[in-house]
């Protein structure tokens, strides 16, 4: 199997070396041994399960700085958005740094703290990121957009994060695409009038929709299809194009993760985008 881990010096994170940038658009994931986040003292004090309130999967801070999901009172639910906003910012100028051109086409989403253990989460199926998948949202098209996600293990006890990564995103969709079911326009509108979908499906959406079911149904590729297992220590980052590595969250507690969104014009090889690839196998625009 291609070897789909890159690992970036962390003294070199400002050169955007060229490697580095067409890596990250093929679906591999950069590493990065020792980021520069650190927690504060004060902050540890949050390395703790209960920190979460129980109703909620995570604890979110959106792009306007509203937080989610933490069990405390006002001063706790600031200081913990204090942490997370640090982490951002952190992940933004690393993401500048090494993707210049990104930069100033870059949206900025949701990040979350994810103070759980991976392996006690209970889950159907299609929610299980114990199977490895390429992320796609039922309810949100997104029209082709990429999901740019960096990663931090924070966890205190020197306990890695460990992930699975598969294939290159091709290899995928040409083993899935002759079982996916196919495009309806007329039931894309009805979702959207029930309300199912915030608005239009494309067939893009419903394609890599079809495409994170299929690989998550699948048990013999969850066991057998080529993969690796990384463990990402606590201190260090990685980034990826999580709508285009397929990947899996196996185990490990504390983390955090900032989400961004990019218009597949803007990156360097156009062409690489699943957008692109999934537009070639089939013959014709998806959006």
């Known amino acids: 199997m291609e070897e789909m881990i890159v690992t970036i010096d962390p003294a070199a994170v400002e050169q955007h070396r060229s490697e580095w940038i067409a890596a990250l658009e093929a679906g591999k994931v950069l590493y990065v041994p020792r980021f520069s986040f650190q927690l504060t003292d004060a902050e540890r004090a949050f390395l703790r399960p209960d920190i979460r309130d129980p109703k909620k999967r995570n604890i979110s801070l959106n ?30 100028r690393t993401i500048a740094a090494i993707v210049p051109r990104y ?15 991976v ?24 029209y082709g957009q990429r999901l740019l996600r960096v990663f931090v293990n924070v966890n205190p006890s020197g306990v890695p ?12 969709a040409e083993r899935f695409m002759p079982r996916l079911k196919p495009y309806s326009r007329w039931q ?13 499906r494309s067939e893009y959406d419903h394609t890599m929709l079809q495409l994170h079911d299929a690989m998550k149904a699948d048990a013999e590729f969850q066991a057998n299809a080529p993969q690796e297992r990384v463990e990402f220590p606590p201190g260090s980052a990685w980034i990826c194009f ?46």
């Open 161 to 172: 994060r460990v992930w699975r990564v598969g294939e290159p995103f091709p290899v995928i």
């Open 63 to 92: 792009a306007k700085d509203g937080i989610a999901g933490v069990a405390g009172d006002e001063a706790t639910q600031q200081a913990v958005a204090a942490m997370i906003a640090r982490f951002r910012d952190e992940a933004e």
């Open 188 to 200: 894309a509108k009805a979702l959207e009038l029930l309300h199912v979908t915030k608005s239009f």
């Open 103 to 117: 930069s100033e086409h870059l949206v900025r989403g949701a990040t979350s703290y994810r103070p759980n253990e």
């Open 119 to 142: 392996e006690t989460r209970a889950q159907s199926w299609r929610a299980d990121d114990k199977r490895m998948h390429v992320d796609a949202f039922p309810s949100r098209p997104n």
């Open 242 to 287: 999580s709508d285009q590595t397929p990947h899996a969250a196996m185990s490990g507690q504390f983390m955090l993760e900032h989400t961004m969104t990019l218009d597949p014009q803007y990156q360097y090889d156009v062409a690489a985008s699943p957008l692109a690839i999934l537009s070639r196998m089939k013959g014709h625009a998806l959006v």
